[in-house]
């Protein structure tokens, strides 16, 4: 099922360029593997050594970060937005 | 005793903010939304709290003394109440901001008489973090409280602002605030768990996706030392343009002048809210609208453009 996914500007090195992708799967990591796909070494830019979701990017699913959602589980459905995001501070 | 209402000092008149029920965005009927004003402090926002708690912390450890500089990174307000309080207590600041902040801030900052250091506009704060992290290391008569890792910027809100909340109004089921260093998510949160073990604590953090375009890998991102996210319930990210809405509403339908990351405080807020049946949520409302004035938020609204400042 088509997401949108919106991508930060220091991801778009490996979307050519692209700010909004289209991406199918039924859950975040599935969306994240159709990415990877079309773009290769998508995932490695956002994972750390382990490949875990790098602890500087927020991931989230119609705004609201995965991380209290199911994690890399959280299903998505037609129509959803995955936004990907560096972590940044405030103050 | 010094008598109630009088104070000795500006810094002494710090916090004893209003908590203001919002009826009108109560989300239905047993739902109910009370807002913490903390424009309402000398400085007009919440970081005077933390301003003070840190200079005092400081100073009593010995690691400020007279003579020495302040020096802090910062998006505005922590700046300003470390400015305001400098004065006071005869400290010189020096604040590494981003250079596109508002105006306004770096006015006020003039007029409580901080040195400014302008730091890449395109990699937000997080530059100015790297920005002033050089700088203090260089110069040993400068004193860096920073923030985004100092226990006394939790604590202010653990001894004062979740007591504050506390004594006037006892339930309190969600708690949302802003997300910015993560000091009055962290401290609030805590002294609330303390006292209802299941209270809900959630963060509302900006959309910065067009501000940042300067950040060009991940380890130029940045999590606050201070922030532990496993102590947060959730976190919902708000666009600038729903922030700018909301911030119009509260205006309008509660004549509260507030600003901009407290209408996104309330747009996570009434999100949160859709999903309870009954309960209390009180929000923090970290700053008044003064400082965004020249935004002409509140007479022409949202415009594209608005994309490119700093509000957090």
């Known amino acids: 099922m088509p997401v949108e996914v919106h991508v930060p500007p220091l991801l778009q090195k490996v979307t ?44 989230y699913v119609n705004d609201e970060d995965v991380r209290f959602l199911q994690r890399m589980e959280t299903p998505v459905k037609d129509g959803d937005v995955v936004s990907i995001l560096p972590a940044m501070a405030g103050g | 005793m010094p008598r109630p209402g009088l104070y000795g000092s500006i810094v002494e008149a710090i916090g004893h903010t209003p908590l203001v029920e919002l009826k009108s965005f109560s989300p239905r009927p047993d739902v109910h939304i009370f807002a913490k004003l903390e424009g309402h402090n000398p400085t007009g926002s919440v970081k005077d709290r933390i301003a003070r708690s840190m200079i005092e912390a400081a100073e009593a450890a010995g690691e400020l003394k007279p003579g020495m500089t302040i020096l802090e990174p910062t998006s505005g307000n922590t700046g300003i109440a470390l400015a305001m309080i400098g004065q006071v207590k005869g400290y ?93 998510l962290m401290g609030t949160g805590r002294r609330l768990r303390e006292h209802n073990p299941s209270v809900k604590i ?41 922030s700018f809405t909301a911030t119009q509403e509260l205006a309008r339908r509660e004549g509260i002048f507030a600003g901009v990351s407290c209408g996104a405080v309330l747009h996570a807020a009434k999100r949160y809210g859709r999903r309870m049946e009954r309960g209390n949520i009180v929000i923090l409302l970290a700053d008044g609208g003064w400082k965004y004035l020249s935004s002409e938020l509140w007479t022409r609204g949202y415009e594209p453009s608005a994309e490119k400042k700093f509000w957090w």
């Open chain 1, 16 to 59: 050519n360029g692209v700010k909004t992708l289209r991406a199918s799967g039924s859950t975040v990591n599935q969306v994240l593997s159709d990415l990877n796909r079309q773009f290769p070494g998508f995932t490695s830019e956002i994972s750390d050594d382990s490949g875990q979701l790098h602890r500087f990017v927020n991931l």
């Open chain 2, 92 to 184: 010189p600041v020096r604040v590494v901001i981003p250079e596109n902040v508002t105006e306004e801030r770096t006015r006020l900052l003039q007029i409580f008489g901080a040195e400014m250091v302008y730091s890449p506009p395109d990699k937000g704060t997080n530059g100015s973090i790297a920005v002033a992290r050089e700088m203090a290391a260089a110069d040993p008569a400068c004193y860096m409280p920073y923030q985004y890792a100092n226990e006394a910027n939790p604590r202010a809100h653990y001894e004062s602002t979740a007591p504050e909340i506390l004594d006037a109004l006892p339930e309190v089921d969600v708690f949302v605030a802003g997300l910015g260093t993560g000091g009055t």
């Open chain 2, 202 to 242: 959630v963060a509302a953090e900006p959309y910065q996706g067009e501000l940042v375009a300067g950040l060009r890998s991940l380890d130029d991102g940045f999590v606050p030392p201070v922030l532990n996210v496993e102590e947060l319930d959730g976190k919902i990210m708000v666009t600038v343009e729903d």
